[in-house]
């Protein structure tokens, strides 16, 4: 099945600066791939996704890129704020319907 | 508010004992997953339900059973407990397939076991 790891398990940037999030999985088959934001006390919600026919997405202050032959897809943010601090998940879906999540970054931003 | 309600909030029982955790889907969503988060761990996929049906397995334990009723609420049942299965239980819900949008995930029910 797939298999997906995360990288750094936690990250402390200034504000203003970038976070970078670096996330590779095994399945081939993978073709969706989301990312999650867990705010304390909450469940996580679903803050960018991309899927494999393209190589980068943009949300505003939030991109991801994704290099199938490397199998493996980031997640930048850029200008953080305070609120971005959380624990952000990646995740693989390889068609069975179930999503593999990565063990979570523990994003924190300092004022 | 992700639409998606999950009770007990909290749970503190005793090794052995048998609990129930509930998820009421948002209003229109047919699917319905149940994952596990330990400490320092990741969301472990144990289950998905899709209008009733079981859809897809994960890595559930045989001690553990869910089910999806009519309404489409599904139920977690954990049974035998250990000390192990201390953790956090989201119950997500979506229109469709995992692979189709988003999962809407609920505020979870942390599960204490003594």
């Known amino acids: 099945g797939e298999n997906v790891e995360q990288h750094p398990s936690t990250l402390s940037v200034q504000e203003g600066d970038s976070a970078v999030i670096k996330c590779t999985y095994s399945?081939?088959?993978?073709?969706?791939f989301p990312w999650y934001k867990q705010e304390l006390g909450k469940g996580p919600q679903l803050i960018i996704d991309i899927r494999s026919n393209v190589g980068e997405k943009k949300d505003q202050r939030i991109a991801v890129t994704l290099n199938k032959t490397a199998k493996h897809f980031s997640l930048h943010i850029t200008e953080t704020q305070p609120e971005d601090s959380a624990v952000y998940f990646c995740s693989g879906e390889a068609g069975n319907e179930k999503l593999t999540f990565g063990t979570g970054t523990r994003l924190t931003i300092i004022p | 508010d992700s639409g998606v309600t999950q009770t007990p909030k909290h749970l503190i029982t005793a090794t052995g004992q048998r609990v129930t955790l509930r998820c009421s889907p948002r209003?229109?969503?047919?699917?319905v997953y149940w994952y596990q988060q330990s400490l320092d761990q990741g969301l472990q996929f144990l289950i998905q339900?899709?209008?009733?049906?079981?859809?897809a397995k994960g890595n559930i334990l045989e001690r553990f059973s869910a089910q999806q009723f009519p309404d489409l609420h599904s139920e977690l049942n954990l049974s035998s407990l250990e000390l192990g299965d201390s953790a956090l239980y989201f119950c997500a819900s979506s229109a469709g397939f995992a692979n189709t949008g988003e999962l809407f995930f609920g505020e979870g029910s942390r599960l204490t076991v003594l």
């Open positions: 399945d081939s088959a993978s073709n969706y």
């Open positions: 209003s229109g969503d047919l699917s």
């Open positions: 339900y899709y209008n009733g049906e079981e859809r």
